[in-house]
C-alpha cells in the first residue's frame, strides 16, 4: 500500500509512504512549486491538482492525507488561497475515487514533538515563526531519528537553496497517520540526506544537528 502525505500551499510539501507487513517506510519527499504565473486562483489550483495526480498515477497512491487549515485573525493573509489549495486535493482525491483523511494540525505536531507549540526556550533561540517549523524538526531527529539536509534543490536550476521546511512538516503529518491513526510504530525514513551546502551567509534560524 502506498499513501502520499500532502501540506498543501503555494509550496506543496509531499512524502510518499510504503506500507508493508506492518511497517512503514517514507521513501520520497519534496515540494511542488505551484504556477502561480496566472492571475486567476483556479488555475493556480489546476497546475497543483495536475502536479498532484502525476505522483498518484507514478506510485500507485491508494490513501492521501492532507492536513486540515486553521483560520486565525491573527494570521489571515493567504487564508483563502490555502483554503483554495486544500478543497483542490478534495476534488482530486475524490475524482480518482482514492480515500482521503485530513489531519488536526495540533494532533499531529503534539504526536511527534510531545507539545502542538515551541517551548519559550525554543522561540528564544530560534525566533517566534522560525520556532514553529524548527521544534518539529528537533523532535523528529531526537524521537525518530529523521536527519534533514540544511538545503532544497532548486526545481528551475537544480541549485542548492534554502530548505524548504514544508518538506519537515509533511513528514512529521505522515508519521502520525502511521503510528497513530494506523498503530504503526516501526517507520523509517529511506531518503538519503546528502552532505550539508555551504552558503555564504550563515544561517542561524535553523537546527543544528550534534
Not at 483560520?71 to 490555502?82: E, M
Not at 536527519?147 to 536550476?157: A, G, V
Request: proline letters at 4%.
Amino acid at each position: 500500500m502506498v499513501i502520499l502525505s500532502l501540506d498543501p500551499a503555494a509550496c506543496t510539501g509531499y512524502c510518499l509512504i510504503k506500507i508493508d507487513n506492518n511497517a512503514a517506510e517514507i521513501y520520497e519527499y519534496g515540494f511542488i512549486d505551484v504556477d502561480t504565473n496566472s492571475n486567476f486562483q483556479g488555475d493556480h489550483c489546476i497546475d497543483l491538482m495536475s502536479r498532484v495526480e502525476e505522483l498518484i498515477k507514478h506510485h500507485n497512491v491508494q490513501h492521501i492525507t492532507v492536513e486540515d487549515y486553521f483560520f486565525s485573525q491573527r494570521f489571515a493573509s493567504g487564508s483563502n488561497v490555502n483554503a483554495a489549495y486544500r478543497t483542490a486535493i478534495h476534488i482530486l482525491a475524490c475524482r480518482l475515487k482514492i480515500p482521503y483523511t485530513i489531519l488536526n494540525i495540533s494532533a499531529w505536531k503534539t504526536f511527534v514533538a510531545g507539545r502542538s507549540i515551541p517551548t519559550k526556550d525554543q522561540k528564544k533561540k530560534w525566533g517566534a515563526t522560525p520556532a514553529k517549523k524548527l521544534f518539529i524538526q528537533q523532535a523528529l531527529w531526537e524521537r525518530w531519528g529523521f536527519r534533514f539536509p540544511n538545503h532544497s534543490l532548486s526545481s528551475k536550476t537544480n541549485k542548492p537553496v534554502a530548505f524548504k521546511f514544508d518538506i519537515v512538516d509533511v513528514v512529521a503529518q505522515a508519521v502520525y497517520y502511521i503510528g497513530l491513526v494506523l498503530g504503526i510504530r516501526n517507520i523509517h525514513l529511506s531518503v538519503a540526506c546528502p552532505p550539508d551546502a555551504v552558503f555564504k551567509k550563515y544561517n542561524k534560524k535553523q537546527f543544528i544537528y550534534p
